[in-house]
C-alpha cells in the first residue's frame, strides 16, 4: 500500500503554495515534514487527505487514482496543532465516534477507546467532555480519536505544539510506537529538526513549497542535498561562510586556512562552507582547528548551554555552547572549528562534499541529536 503524488501543485489566488511535487510514501512508514512556518506542509498534507483538489498532477492511493475523491471516502485521520473536539460530547463518545460510523460493535468501540485513552493518560477523564480539559488534555483526545479510527494515512499537523514540555517527550518517543502495529502511512509535520531526529523514519525537508530533499532521517540530516536542506536541518540554523580551495589548501574568509585533504577531489575554485552551530567551540582542540574572530552580539543562556550570536564580518554566525559561560557582549571573541565539520556547497548552494565527520559517522544513530551530531 502506498500513497503516490505525481506533479501535484497548490496555486491560492495566484500566489503558488506547493510547486510541483512528486512523492511516494509506503504502508508501515514515519515521514516527518520538517520546514519553517509557511514553508507548505499543512497545504501538502491537505492535498494528501483530499481537502483540496490540486491545481496539477495526481494523487494515488494504493494505485488507484483519488485526486478528485472526497476525504471523507478516504481512510484518512488528521490532527492539527489547533486541536478539534466536540464539545457536546464526552472524552469517550469523542473517541470512539470514528469506529460508531465504521459500523463497529459496542465491545470493540469499548476496548479500542480504553487501550486509545490509556495510551494518552486520558482513562480517569473519559466522562468529562472536552471543555473541562486542559488544551494538552483536549489534543491528547484528539490524538486517541485518530488512533481508533483504523485509518491508513495519518495525517499529524504539529500535533504536540500546545502540550507541556514533559508530555510533549513522552508522546515523541510513543508516537511512532504506538501507531506502527497500525500499518499505515503516518506524516508528521514540524518546524523543530530534533522533533525530525526523534521521531526517525523519514524526513522530507521542505522550503517555500518545494521538497528539497526526501529520504532517512539520518541520511538527510548528516548529507544534506543543498544549503537550503541544511539550512532547515539544523536549530539554529547552519552557519555559512565564502571560502576558496587552491591546491591543497581551503581559504577561509578572515585570513585562515587549512590542508585540504578530506577534500582532494575538490577542483580549485570558490565555494560557500557550513557548519552546525554546535560544533563552533571557544577552546582550541588541536593544531588543525580553525580560528575565527568575531564580535559577541547576543547570548542566550538556557541553563545548561549557551548561544552565541556573532557578528563574523557581516555574516551572523550562532554557536551553542555547552555550559554556562561569561561572555562580554560588544567585545570579539575567538571560536574555534574542527575542519572534519566542515560542509562544501558550490556558489549556487549544491553540496559538492559532505563534512567529514557524516560519513564516518554514517551508522550512528540520529537520537543523537543536534548538539552531538
Request: proline share 5%; hydrophobic share 40%; glycine share 10%.
Amino acid at each position: 500500500m502506498a500513497l503516490v503524488l505525481e506533479g501535484v501543485s497548490k496555486v491560492v489566488n495566484g500566489q503558488t503554495h506547493i510547486h510541483p511535487t512528486d512523492l511516494e510514501l509506503r504502508s508501515g512508514t514515519m515521514n516527518v515534514l520538517l520546514g519553517p512556518t509557511l514553508a507548505g506542509k499543512t497545504s501538502l498534507m491537505r492535498l494528501m487527505a483530499g481537502l483540496d483538489v490540486p491545481n496539477t498532477g495526481k494523487v494515488f492511493w494504493d494505485g488507484k487514482d483519488v485526486t478528485g475523491m472526497r476525504v471523507q471516502d478516504r481512510g484518512v485521520a488528521m490532527v492539527y496543532q489547533q486541536f478539534i473536539n466536540y464539545p457536546s460530547m464526552t472524552v469517550y463518545e469523542n473517541i470512539a465516534s470514528p469506529m460508531r460510523l465504521l459500523g463497529k460493535t459496542a465491545a470493540e468501540i469499548d476496548a479500542a477507546v480504553k487501550k486509545a485513552a490509556d495510551l494518552m493518560k486520558l482513562s480517569e477523564m473519559l466522562d468529562r467532555k472536552p471543555l473541562e480539559l486542559s488544551g494538552g488534555q483536549q489534543q491528547r483526545c484528539a490524538l486517541a480519536r485518530a488512533l481508533v479510527k483504523d485509518a491508513g494515512l495519518v495525517l499529524l499537523d504539529e500535533p504536540l505544539a500546545n502540550l507541556d514540555y514533559k508530555l510533549r517527550e513522552e508522546l515523541r518517543a510513543e508516537i511512532p510506537k504506538i501507531f506502527e502495529e497500525a500499518g499505515s502511512i503516518f506524516v508528521y509535520a514540524t518546524t523543530e529538526p530534533e522533533e525530525a531526529l526523534l521521531l526517525g523514519g523519514n524526513t522530507a525537508t521542505m522550503w517555500e513549497g518545494r521538497i528539497t530533499q526526501f529520504d532517512k532521517t539520518p541520511i538527510v540530516y548528516r548529507q544534506p542535498v543543498d544549503a537550503t536542506t541544511a539550512r532547515v536541518f539544523s536549530d539554529p540554523p547552519m552557519n555559512f561562510l565564502n571560502i576558496r580551495k587552491s591546491g591543497d589548501t581551503l581559504h577561509f574568509g578572515d585570513g585562515q586556512s587549512a590542508g585540504s585533504a578530506g577534500f582532494a577531489a575538490l577542483p580549485d575554485g570558490e565555494y560557500v562552507a557550513g557548519f552546525r552551530p554546535n560544533h563552533l567551540e571557544l577552546e582550541n582542540r588541536g593544531n588543525a582547528t580553525l580560528e575565527f574572530t568575531g564580535t559577541l552580539q547576543v547570548k542566550e543562556i538556557t541553563g545548561s548551554e549557551t548561544f552565541v550570536h556573532l557578528d563574523h564580518h557581516g555574516e551572523n554566525w550562532v554557536g551553542l555552547i555547552h555550559g554556562v559561560k561569561d561572555l562580554e557582549i560588544g567585545v570579539a571573541l575567538k571560536v574555534f572549528l574542527d575542519p572534519r565539520h566542515v560542509y562544501i556547497f558550490a556558489q549556487d548552494g549544491t553540496s559538492v562534499a559532505p563534512a567529514a565527520y557524516a560519513t564516518e559517522t554514517q551508522t550512528a544513530t540520529a537520537t543523537e541529536g543536534l548538539t552531538h551530531g
